[in-house]
């Protein structure tokens, strides 16, 4: 990851808000959490109240929460001095006074709609709103911000999308009073294809966890920063004409030695994106050459057999006498599907760093400890 946010830092000099939206796109946030605040990131983006709260019980960090809260969570913002999303009139006054009633300010950032179509303020009460803020006692306007939809694909809405917000960024400044507001509308896609999208900072989270938003093959050489690993907990031999797993779709071609690993749908297997193209034309030649997907072991690929289950999942190993009950297989999977009850490993520099599980961290040797100069 070090190595992606050196990457990301040279492209544009402009400050970096890390997006840590579910779970660390699949990583763990409150480890990646701990170690960005290492690296001097002490103000990140996260979806919802439940990950701002996740990450805090590891590392003290300033969050700002994308998504709006719902009124009966606005007392947790306040307690923790998270940084609310408000997107409505309606969540300004309910913030605005309950501010007022617990007298504790509060720094929020707006988000405007400048064509996403989900969430924020239309354009035309933006100004309204300003004034509203302005006049409120405890609120303070930490930022505004707009998000693309289309970044990677559609420059010509995405510059209108940003011609938008850059033409009320105009009518706050002539308002007066709003220097200190933090205006950022670009994701990874917009800061790849649209320099004049970087604003004061940008929001960053696919680049920095090593893909690329674009459908081409990445500019740079970014680094991968997941796998998921499992091994082999069951090998046996079938006889000839044995169906395997739910549903009977499979059956032995011939006597078939085959392997069992612990990891099914309900883990994310079989969720796995067809993000570009290009990769998916790799994929589909892939799966018409060998007609089947398969897990990776260090003797070769082992096709998955039958169907995926809920916990468990079929290899067929005849190709490969050499795998054991124990070895480590690596298995493609959509990292934000992997479940976050699923422990998470981490590597610096090639050595086993720390593992999180369950809201706990544990050492190489398995013993719990805090995230106390863990980076
Ligand atoms: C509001 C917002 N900003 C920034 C991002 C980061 O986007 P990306 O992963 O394309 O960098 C997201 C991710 O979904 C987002 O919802």
Redesign the pocket.
Known sequence: MEHNIKLIERHGQVPLLP?L?SNA?GHGAPIVAAFLRSKGFSFL?V?SLEEALDILQITPTSLLV?APPLPAQLPLFFQHHLLPTISSPELLAGVSQLAKERRQKITIHLKVDTGFGRLGIAPEGLLSLIKQIKKAPYLHLGGI?T?FSA?SSDTAFTQRQLHTFLKLKKDVDALGGCDHVLWHAA???A?LTLPSSHLDLV??????YGQS?LPQIPPWDLAETWQFKTRIIHIRTLPQGHSVGYGRVYRTKKPTRMGVIPVGYSHGLELEPLTTPWRQIKQALGQGLKGQNHVLHPQGPLPIIGRVGMGLTSVDLSQTPDVHVGDCVTVSMRRVTAGANIPRVYYLQGEMKCMFWNHEIYNQRGRKISSRGLF
């Open positions: 997006i939206k796109y983006g979806s994308l911000f998000h970044a994701n990874s896609a800061f929001r960053i989270g696919t680049l920095l938003p």
